[in-house]
């Protein structure tokens, strides 16, 4: 008969299965997405041109709008997994729908400016005389779907901090499927063109909202929780979004920031710039899951008091988020011969992003390192100080990247910069994950 593994065997064996039945549903759920406007795309575009430019300008606004608020989400997901940690499962899903509350609260108070700027917003952001009518037309309808994407959002932090990922990814994909299906009726069977996708991204969207509200209204009524509007809960889950919103805000700043300089490098440089941004992107997906999965973990050993626990699930997490950089590196120096030409067939533009590629398969392990502790500390409830050194970092950025063309640096110089923006990130929250002052055990911080 073999013998037990030792503890620290079994302890990190139990903090795998955590973390692989946490961040793999998480990870398919961030991937379905983004598919929403993938779709969107691929039945408009077969309209016109105009159309579809007009179409590629609202989706950005639009996808702006929502991830400025992804606060709802990550808030939510530490100060409901906390409560879970410590018991208490009515104030959890009481936690919960003072996020919900909020996020309906915003998406009422975007919607009433959206409808009336939405002219000025899509001339702000350089549409042309032909494409801006269809912008307005797309952004004005898709407007009324706001509420209940930003209710995704909340709902999708409680069930994240009820340590569900599993929901979240079936009504990801449920939410794709129709929306696929009412673009396609819509635009084509209806002739409601353009307006018709935007209609069936809003019926999905609300249809999303209300199972993810069905499922929270059922765990409230089978614990006794209230589903009556707080005036206190909602001002308590504001006040803890903001630092986070300010988190958020820096971070857009940096990658707007990258996306201005690399337009006055030239058209060669901004178009291998979008694609390199684009694998990033996907890539963040990846780490983003394992940082999920943090969140809702770290939570909840700090929700039971258990500070072994939460530093022993950081450590372990740190090792998914190397090794995950380091595949995710490996897999990008591998596979460019075959996915660069898929992007683009200009012999330029591949010259010019392959360098800058290569930069972003070497820093994937900083990445992950980096993905994995801003999962952690904001599981921990610790928003303020990752506004402070989201805020440290985009000092660092951006005169280092504002000087690359002053510098006659070219698209790999500004990936290097990137890469700095990475390492600052590192190093800020290395330093306080291994102070431990993050670690505040109890329901609440």
């Given at each position: ?10 302890s ?35 309209l ?21 608020f ?34 309906l ?7 009433a ?25 797309y952004?004005r ?8 994407m ?14 569900d ?12 499927a ?60 504001a ?169 006659g ?14 390492a ?11 102070s ?10």
């Amino acid at each position: 008969m073999s013998e037990d593994p030792a503890p620290p065997q079994r302890s990190r064996r139990r903090h795998d299965r955590e973390i692989f039945a946490l961040a793999v549903p998480a990870f398919g759920a961030l991937v379905a997405e983004p598919l929403f406007v993938m779709v969107d795309s691929a039945i408009v575009g077969h309209l016109g041109t105009p159309q579809l430019a007009g179409l590629a300008v609202a989706a950005a606004l639009l996808t702006t709008a929502v991830s400025i608020f992804v606060f709802l989400a990550y808030a939510t997901t530490a100060a409901v997994a906390r409560r879970v940690g410590a018991g208490d499962l009515p104030a959890a899903i009481r936690q919960g729908m003072d996020g919900i509350w909020l996020a309906l609260l915003l998406g009422a108070a975007v919607v009433a400016l959206t409808l009336p700027l939405a002219p000025w917003l899509i001339e702000v952001f350089g549409a042309s005389d032909t494409a801006a009518p269809y912008a307005v037309t797309y952004l004005r309808i898709s407007s009324f779907g706001i509420p209940a994407m930003l209710v995704v959002l909340a709902a999708t932090g409680v069930l994240r901090g009820l340590q569900d990922t599993r929901t979240p990814l079936y009504v990801a994909i449920g939410g794709f499927a129709v929306n696929g299906i009412l673009n396609a009726v819509l635009v084509y069977g209806a002739g409601l063109g353009i307006a018709g996708s935007a209609w069936g991204t809003v019926i999905a969207q609300v249809g999303m909202a209300l199972v993810y509200l069905l499922v929270v209204v059922r765990g409230a009524r089978r614990h006794g929780a209230s589903l009556r509007p707080d005036a206190a809960g909602i001002r308590a889950c504001a006040r803890a979004g903001v630092p986070l919103l300010v988190r958020t805000l820096s971070l857009r700043a940096v990658l707007m920031i990258a996306t201005a300089v690399a337009a006055r490098l030239g058209d060669t440089d901004i178009a291998a710039h979008q694609i390199v941004l684009s694998l990033w992107s996907l890539t963040a997906f990846a780490l983003d899951a394992i940082a999920i999965a943090g969140q809702a973990i770290i939570g909840r050993y700090l929700g039971a008091d258990d500070a072994k626990g939460a530093r022993e699930a950081c450590r372990r997490m740190v090792e998914w988020g190397i090794a995950s950089g380091v595949v995710i590196g490996v897999l990008i120096v591998v596979a460019r011969p075959l996915f660069i030409p898929l992007f683009t067939s200009d012999t330029s533009v591949q010259d010019t992003l392959l360098p800058a590629l290569l930069v972003v398969a070497l820093t994937q392990p900083v990445a992950g390192v980096v993905f994995v502790l801003d999962g952690v500390l904001m599981g921990a409830g610790d928003g303020r100080y990752l506004a402070w050194a989201m805020l440290l970092t985009l000092a660092v950025f951006a005169p280092v990247a504002v000087l690359v063309p002053e510098l006659g640096g070219g698209l790999t110089a500004l990936w290097w910069a990137m890469g700095l923006m990475m390492a600052v990130r590192l190093v800020t929250l290395w330093l306080r994950t291994r102070s431990g002052r993050w670690i505040v055990t109890g329901a609440s911080r």
